[in-house]
């Protein structure tokens, strides 16, 4: 699905009108918003436009002002709406302007050197992934999600640094190892029949990492799954002699 053009779009009526030009005025002139209160207004309007039955008009306007807010350098703030948009399209099941979205404000994070932000995009893409089949890109991503996460974990404090959320306190060290090891579960998980071999190291280092941090549940589940992998590989092996 692509966004429509404003020549396919139904006239929205003019309290709508006036209201998303407001927001987008405030948007471009007040050089310090409350980021917070942008937000909460254009999870406001969604909802206005929604209801009234012109969701379409939203979407199109707001593509326009992170465009618009992108071209001034006014990255944060696009970032923060497109963030927003991203998941607003990822609860409507529009997946692919849902991973459109989700891409540029990954992007926009990577510019902003801002790491943490860039794995929440990564495991929003994974969980797009997974609802949609699309194995081939879910590989990808998990890959570039396990390089983010030992990147940030090298360099964790510098990341913290680099981290700009509105409310939220960036992710502990112990929760991107987490991520890690979840990440080489993942990984693991899709290269189970084509790569055993592969896959039983991932899930060895997945489990290592739920050792060192004391995961006693998680570390038991990877154990178990050790062993289903090195029976497969063995009965493989065995296949393949006869």
Do not use: W
């Not at 979407?59 to 350098?73: A, H, P, R, V």
């Not at 948009?85 to 849902?98: E, P, V």
């Not at 932000?117 to 609802?131: P, Q, T």
């Amino acid at each position: 699905m692509k966004i429509p053009s404003i020549n396919q779009l139904p006239k929205q009526p003019n309290t709508l009108k006036d209201l998303y030009s407001n927001f987008e005025r405030n948007c471009h002139t007040v050089s310090d918003c409350n980021f917070a209160e942008v937000k909460d207004t254009f999870q406001k309007l969604n909802a206005e436009y929604t209801k009234q039955g012109f969701g379409r008009q939203f979407f199109f306007n707001s593509e326009q002002l992170t465009d618009n807010l992108i071209k001034n350098g006014n990255f944060r703030l696009a970032n923060i709406l497109i963030n927003e948009l991203g998941k607003i399209y990822m609860r409507i099941g529009k997946n692919d302007l849902a991973e459109k979205t989700i891409m540029q404000s990954m992007d926009i994070s990577t510019q902003l050197n801002d790491n943490l932000h860039v794995l929440a995009r990564l495991s929003d893409l994974e969980i797009l992934y997974k609802k949609s089949g699309n194995r081939k890109r879910l590989f990808q991503i998990l890959h570039d999600k396990k390089q983010c996460a030992k990147d940030i974990i090298n360099d964790y404090d510098n990341c913290v640094k680099n981290f700009q959320s509105l409310h939220r306190e960036p992710a502990s060290l112990d929760a991107v190892k987490k991520q890690l090891a979840y990440t080489y579960s993942g990984l693991a998980d899709l290269l189970m029949h084509s790569k055993p071999k592969d896959s039983l190291k991932l899930t060895q280092k997945a489990k290592e990492i739920y050792d060192e941090l004391g995961q006693q549940k998680e570390a038991e589940y990877l154990k178990i799954k050790i062993g289903i992998i090195e029976r497969y590989i063995k009965k493989k092996a065995n296949k393949t002699k006869m």
